[in-house]
């Protein structure tokens, strides 16, 4: 479910269901003005921590 989106801002306001904090429920949450959700601080250290990864997993295939 979105709200219209506040096309200043170009931010939404939608009812996410997933798991936040360790816990699963509905929840308020900003999306993008693609209708793609604004990620967490938590989700945005994640998919960094998992970019480094993938690099560094690429660069050590190379070195061999």
Do not use: N
């Not at 931010?11 to 967490?40: A, F, H, I, K």
């Amino acid at each position: 479910m979105y709200c219209q989106p506040c096309t200043k801002l170009e931010l939404g306001l939608g009812v996410w269901q997933g798991r936040y904090q360790d816990v699963e429920q509905p929840s308020l949450r900003w999306y993008d003005w693609t209708g793609c959700w604004v990620l967490t601080s938590t989700e945005q250290e994640r998919q960094r921590a998992e970019r480094l990864i993938a690099q560094l997993r690429r660069h050590e295939v190379a070195c061999r």
